[in-house]
């Protein structure tokens, strides 16, 4: 008898950014405590997942050139930890991941993450397992600190190294203009840059996330722009002082104010309006600061299914 094999299905999954960070203590299993608000934009990956004769990972897009395509691929690392929760054969677990980047790499918006996400996702569905996005979650996890986040979207506050959520009320849109950088940072290297900052000195340190809670439930851009704020800032400048003029030069383009994203170095800016992100775009796309800039609105969904049986 022949095989069915199922039609492939693909996932969008969107970027995120860090609204506030605060970086506590170091742990014994070597992450930093957080306190942060997760907030998800309309800029994003899409991941098609096949079921195939020839396993592995294909990346076109946005950086495509610097992903790893073998087993360290968060994607990758996706697909094998469901497939052990859901008790898969080798021979059951063969698929083609096809990553369409729209986020950029190493650019501190969890485009890594999201491809990991939007595989769970989507092979929960060419498997056709019924498993909630909160079992969903607790697999993604076990994949990193930003995986849980990029399933929900919306806005949220997360906690323990972040993959732990509680969805946040915000209004309906904060739009927003993005820095791309020319190269990434490496996530570790920037928490090792604040770590050794914090030793020989003070750098300084976002207040309470209470006040941003209540300024995103508010609506009002300009509130919530006096109290963005990221630890990871210092050291992402540090370790790229171009940064600093990049985030000077959104500000004189119009914004409202500026924030290196998660580890960096991309910039977020929030603007006042939709009119308005456009014009910070085109003046700091002309500004040299930066490879090449976007405007996004959030919140936004987390990963969903787009395309094949299950997009309806
Ligand atoms: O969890 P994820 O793989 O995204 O983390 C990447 C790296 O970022 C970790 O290996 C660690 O160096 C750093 N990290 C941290 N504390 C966190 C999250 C990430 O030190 N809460």
Redesign the pocket.
């Known amino acids: 008898m022949l095989a069915v094999v199922p039609p492939p299905v693909t996932v969008r999954v969107p970027a995120k950014i860090n609204l506030h960070l605060s970086v506590g203590d ?1 742990r014994d299993d ?5 306190t942060t608000i997760f907030h998800a934009l309309s800029l994003s990956d899409e991941v098609t997942i096949a079921a195939t004769e020839e396993p592995g990972i294909e990346v076109h897009g946005e950086g495509a050139k610097s992903v790893p395509t073998g087993e360290d691929n968060l994607a990758w690392r996706a697909m094998k930890a469901l497939a052990s929760y859901a008790g898969k054969s080798e021979e059951d677990t063969r698929v083609r991941l096809v990553l369409r980047k729209g986020i950029p790499v190493a650019g501190g918006l969890a485009g890594g ?1 999201a491809d990991a996400a939007a595989t769970l996702v989507g092979l929960s569905a060419l498997w056709k397992l019924e498993i909630s996005r909160d079992e969903l979650a607790r697999i993604a996890a076990s994949i ?3 995986v849980p986040f990029a399933l929900y979207g919306g806005t949220a506050l997360g906690t323990g ?2 993959e732990q959520l509680v969805p946040v009320l915000s209004r309906p849109v904060f739009h927003w203009v993005l820095a791309f950088d020319e190269r990434g940072l490496s ?2 290297k920037v ?2 840059e604040l770590d050794r900052l914090r030793a020989d000195g003070d750098p300084p340190r976002v207040g309470s996330h209470a006040p941003v809670v209540e300024a995103l439930a508010s609506g009002d851009p300009r509130q919530l722009a006096l109290l963005l704020g990221n630890d990871l800032q210092a050291a992402a400048v540090s370790l790229r002082p171009g940064l600093r003029r990049t985030l000077r030069a959104g500000v004189n383009a119009g914004a409202l104010a500026g924030t290196v994203s998660g ?1 960096g170095p991309t910039c977020a800016f929030l603007c006042e309006g939709a009119e308005s992100a456009l014009e910070v775009a085109a003046e700091l796309a002309g500004a040299g600061v930066c490879r090449t800039v976007r405007v996004a609105h959030g919140p936004v969904p987390g990963a969903k299914v787009v395309g094949g049986e299950d997009a309806n």
């Open positions: 170091t070597g992450f930093h405590e957080l993450s990193g600190s930003d190294r972040g996530t570790p928490y090792g580890s």
